[in-house]
């Protein structure tokens, strides 16, 4: 059998080639080569956001970690086998990270600090080499991110991945009375953008992620019942479900909108980040799943990528020019309104970590349902995927995952932010699951 020189083929046609999962497994190992697949891992398995250099990298922070993006890059190790061990140290080092937050957790949960304040809440991005909070100000106000580290967490230990005697279960009962403190289904929070706070949708989809799966592995584990039962926060499962219960009708009344609140700074009908409680997390319906897509790909894509909402400024036309690096990346959730009179309304960034996604979501459907239309629609958003890494001509080293694609003097191409270790995740499941359904083609 000749194996295919994927260099001499022009990306583009790239979707085309794939006839067979032995061709599959040929480009996923020559992106391998290619460095496109680099994970840059600290000792203790967490992940940074982004693989970069240079004085204006560092001062972005996404050198620190972000739970939400360690999550996502985690459950792309795992579930691809791409390096499982990665994702078992990386959720026990997250584990260990939210034992230091126990404070804050219980400080709000006793009254004695308000959650008004988003420094008092848990922390979502800190300092990877010692667990260690940042100091500056920042959006922590962000129940995806808890809720992500509860839904790994909770499937690494279902799957014998980490063993129940191995985690600090006071974490999770702190979380859920932390969540029932804070009435999670109605609380306005930053979200999945980390920007101007509101009840989101993907926001408490996700708290109903982590939620479910606490409560399918206290069904299966009676020792992790107890010891939620014993912990100073004494979480029952009759708190679990309680909390269930008002995260699904908080849902059902909100989507297929992110946020129905009628404050214009915080009502949006579309936004990408619904994605995500179709695939990986699984916890909408059939139907709301397909209004989600058919909102996304009708209302927030681009030829180079997806939006993440209509508006925003994050990345907008020329950003460099207008803003400098120390405060491209600054928290503007209490004055976002100063980035967006920046905008050139159509000229959003074009993000990169949705297309793959889309990918996988048909991919699953695919390999259920065998519908040649799924498969068409599974390969087409692989090749907008792949299209998306940085091309020959570029200033970045070419086969790498972009955050974005952005306008700046008249032209779109990759930002600053190259490569994004979530885009390359998404990219790595999308590969996976397509390589799933050429097998179920020809089974």
């Known amino acids: 059998m000749t194996t295919i020189r994927w260099i001499d083929i022009d990306v583009r046609q790239w979707v085309a080639h794939l006839n067979s999962v032995s061709d599959v497994s040929s480009l996923c190992e ?26 204006d990298f560092e001062v972005t922070g996404y050198a620190n970690i972000w739970v939400r993006d360690n999550v996502h890059i985690a459950f792309a190790h795992d579930v691809t086998a791409f390096d499982p061990e990665k994702a078992i140290q990386c959720t026990k080092s997250l584990t260990q990270f939210f034992a230091t937050q126990r404070p804050r957790f219980r400080s709000i949960i006793e009254g004695r600090t308000s959650a008004n304040e988003p420094m008092n809440r848990p922390h979502i991005r800190f300092n990877g080499s010692d667990l260690s909070e940042l100091p500056e100000k920042w959006s922590h106000a962000q129940n995806d991110a808890l809720g992500y580290f509860l839904w790994i967490l909770c499937h690494q230990v279902m799957s014998g991945k980490i063993q129940s005697i191995e985690v600090d279960w006071n974490v999770a009962a702190d979380l859920v009375r932390y969540w029932q403190t804070i009435k999670v289904w109605s609380d306005e929070d930053s979200g999945h953008w980390e920007e101007t706070r ?83 997390l699984q916890i909408v319906d059939a139907i709301t799943a397909d209004q989600i897509i058919a909102d996304v790909t009708s209302n927030l894509e681009g030829e180079y990528g997806i939006r993440r909402y209509q508006g925003d400024s994050y990345w907008c036309a020329n950003y460099k020019q207008l803003l400098d690096a120390s405060v491209r990346t600054s928290d503007f959730s209490d004055s976002l309104e100063q980035r967006d009179r920046l905008l050139i309304p159509g000229k959003e960034a074009q993000w990169c970590i949705f297309d793959p996604i889309l990918s996988c979501i048909f991919g699953q459907r695919y390999c259920k349902s065998g519908s040649p239309n799924d498969l068409i629609h599974q390969k087409h958003r692989l090749q907008r995927s792949l299209n998306q890494m940085t091309p020959a001509a570029c200033r970045f080293p070419q086969f790498r995952c972009p955050e974005s694609w952005y306008f700046e003097n008249g032209s779109w191409g990759p930002n600053d932010i190259t490569p994004l270790l979530w885009t390359q995740a998404n990219l790595l499941q999308a590969l996976y699951w397509m390589e799933r359904s050429l097998s179920a083609r020809h089974a």
Do not use: M, W
């Not at 020559?30 to 004085?55: I, K, M, R, W, Y």
């Not at 700074?265 to 179709?278: M, N, P, Q, T």
């Open 198 to 280: 509101k009840i989101a949708a993907s926001s408490i989809g996700t708290a109903l992620a982590g939620l479910k799966a606490l409560e399918t592995l206290v069904s299966k584990f009676p020792e992790v019942d107890a010891q939620l039962a014993s912990s100073p926060s004494a979480a029952t499962i009759s708190d679990i479900q309680s909390l269930i219960a008002s995260c699904e009708v908080a849902l059902k009344t909100i989507l297929p909108f992110e946020c129905r609140q009628e404050d214009l700074a915080r009502h949006r009908r579309y936004d990408s980040a619904l994605l995500f409680l179709i695939y990986p």
């Open 30 to 55: 020559f992106l391998v080569e290619q460095g496109t697949f680099d994970f840059p891992t600290l000792p203790n398995g967490l992940f940074s956001a982004a693989a970069g250099h240079g004085d």
